[in-house]
């Protein structure tokens, strides 16, 4: 069974470029979240996409943006690309929206973005 | 917005000690969640709490949510090396799932 799968595990850019990450949810799963990951801080939430629509969304600027594609994989891109930028990007899937109740994350391994 | 706090930031116990760590939230929670993160690696989920005052134990880990759904523990009973790691609680208040800073737990042998 496989679990949630990301790629690329890691990257570096330079300012100012464009950047696409993957996700591949664990199997029986519908629904991708895309979370941020500074160094010593915990995940922060930038959008949950279900049935290939943006469900909500966190504080984030429109630089950022998704899409989910009708096998339930996701893909989140990064446009101009900020210094600050540099995390730890986490892929979480789950069976149903945040709306739908208490649905359980499983997270990927994430994709190491740094910006120079 | 809703806000998540979890203290302390860091602790270093010896194996064998107790160590706790606590998550505050500025809004009611429908529920509240765990997750653990191994260095270097991802955050796996631990554990869901639902209901004013519950407790649930897994081994030596006790989680407890509070009366008033705005805070929750989680305790782990005599330490173990395997313990490492960062501890993140996250509340689910309306639709939104906000996590802790989380807690850094460092197991002395």
């Known amino acids: 069974d496989a679990g949630v799968t990301q790629s690329p595990t890691h990257l570096i850019k330079t300012r100012g470029q464009q950047v696409t990450l993957r996700c591949s949810p664990k199997s029986g799963h519908d629904t991708v979240s895309w979370y941020q990951q500074a160094l010593g801080q915990g995940p922060q939430f930038i959008f949950q996409?279900?049935?290939?629509?943006?469900?909500q969304r966190g504080n984030f600027p429109d630089r950022f943006s998704g899409h989910q594609f009708p096998n339930y994989s996701s893909e989140l891109n990064v446009n101009a690309l900020l210094l600050g930028d540099s995390a730890l990007y986490l892929c979480?899937?789950?069976?149903?929206?945040?709306?739908?109740?208490?649905?359980?994350?499983?997270f990927g391994a994430g994709s190491r973005l740094t910006v120079l | 917005g809703q806000q998540v706090m979890q203290i302390p930031q860091y602790q270093h116990v010896q194996e064998g000690e107790d160590f706790t760590t606590y998550c505050n939230s500025s809004t009611t929670l429908s529920n509240i969640q765990w997750y653990k993160q191994r260095p270097g690696g991802h955050p796996v989920f631990l554990i869901q709490?639902?209901?004013?005052?519950e407790v649930k134990k897994q081994k030596r880990l006790t989680f407890q949510f509070g009366e008033a759904k705005k805070n929750s523990s989680l305790h782990i009973t005599a330490t173990q090396t395997t313990d490492v790691g960062t501890y993140f609680c996250?509340?689910?208040?309306?639709?939104?799932?906000?996590f802790g800073a989380g807690t850094i737990l460092r197991v002395k042998s």
């Open positions: 996409y279900y049935e290939e629509e943006e469900r």
């Open positions: 996250a509340g689910r208040g309306g639709n939104k799932l906000v």
């Open positions: 979480a899937s789950s069976l149903g929206s945040l709306s739908s109740g208490a649905n359980v994350l499983t």
């Open positions: 709490l639902v209901k004013s005052g």
